[in-house]
C-alpha cells in the first residue's frame, strides 16, 4: 500500500518531506491540501489527520503522523537511509541540527512569513516589533550557522542528510518573507550547492515559487 503525504504545494515544510521521499526513492501519493481554503481547518482533518490544522500528515496504512522532520525520520528509518547519518556520533549531530533548526531558527522564519506575507493577503497590519525581534533572532541563528558552514558543504558530515533539508527549509520563502539570510555568505553558498547538487530540492523549490505565485496573482498581492 502505498503511503499519502496530504499537503500544500506552497509549504515548505511539505517540499521537506517530498525532497527527503525522493532522494530515498519513496513513493508517496499526493493528496492536495489547500491551506488557502482552509482545508485544513475542517473537524474532520482534525479529528482523522491532526489536530492542530497543519500539514503535512503521513498515512501509512493505519498509522498517521504529523510535523515535517517527524515524518522524514519515519522514512529515513523506514530505509536504513543515509540521510540519517552513516555513524552513531553522526546521526546524534543529525538530531542536533534538526533540533536546532525547529526551536532556534524555523520557528522565527515563520513568524515573518505570517507578518510579511500572511497579513498582506488578509490585508491586516503588521506588527513591525515583531518583525524586528524575529530577525534579530534570525541574525543570531545565522551567524552561528555561517560559522558553522565554513569550508562545509553540508550540515554533517561529507554527504546530505536530514539535517541539511531542515535547516534549508526557510529559503523556500526568503525572496518572499525577505528573511535576512543574504547577509551570510557561507550559508548561502552552502544553499546554492544543494540547489545546484540535488534536483530533488530544486524542483520542490521551482513547485513552491509556481504555488506561491499563482495564489499571489490570483489574490492580486505584490510582495
Do not use: C
Not at 503521513?58 to 523506514?78: P, Q, T
Amino acid at each position: 500500500m502505498t503511503m499519502k503525504i496530504y499537503g500544500d504545494p506552497g509549504s515548505g515544510s511539505l517540499r521537506r518531506v517530498t525532497t527527503a521521499a525522493k532522494i530515498m526513492g519513496i513513493e508517496l501519493e499526493r493528496v492536495k491540501v489547500d491551506l488557502f481554503k482552509g482545508e485544513s481547518q475542517t473537524e474532520e482533518f482534525k479529528l482523522r489527520l491532526n489536530p492542530h490544522g497543519l500539514t503535512p500528515v503521513l498515512v501509512d496504512g493505519d498509522f498517521v503522523l504529523y510535523e515535517a522532520a517527524a515524518i522524514n525520520l519515519y522514512l529515513a528509518n523506514k530505509m536504513n537511509s543515509p540521510l540519517l547519518g552513516t555513524t552513531e556520533k553522526d546521526r546524534s549531530r543529525v538530531l542536533q541540527w534538526m533540533f536546532w533548526s525547529g526551536e532556534q531558527w524555523r520557528t522565527f522564519t515563520v513568524t515573518i512569513f505570517d507578518e510579511r506575507v500572511g497579513k498582506t493577503v488578509m490585508n491586516l497590519p503588521k506588527d513591525e516589533n515583531l518583525i524586528a525581534f524575529a530577525e534579530g533572532k534570525i541574525r543570531a541563528a545565522a551567524k552561528v550557522l555561517d560559522k558553522h558552514l565554513e569550508g562545509r558543504a553540508f550540515m554533517v558530515g561529507d554527504a546530505l542528510t536530514l539535517a541539511d533539508l531542515d535547516v534549508a527549509a526557510p529559503f523556500s520563502q526568503a525572496g518572499r518573507a525577505r528573511f535576512p539570510l543574504g547577509e551570510f555568505p557561507n550559508l548561502v553558498a552552502w544553499h546554492d550547492n544543494l540547489l545546484r547538487s540535488f534536483p530533488a530540492w530544486a524542483e520542490t523549490k521551482a513547485e513552491v515559487d509556481d504555488r506561491m505565485d499563482t495564489f499571489l496573482a490570483s489574490v492580486g498581492v505584490t510582495l
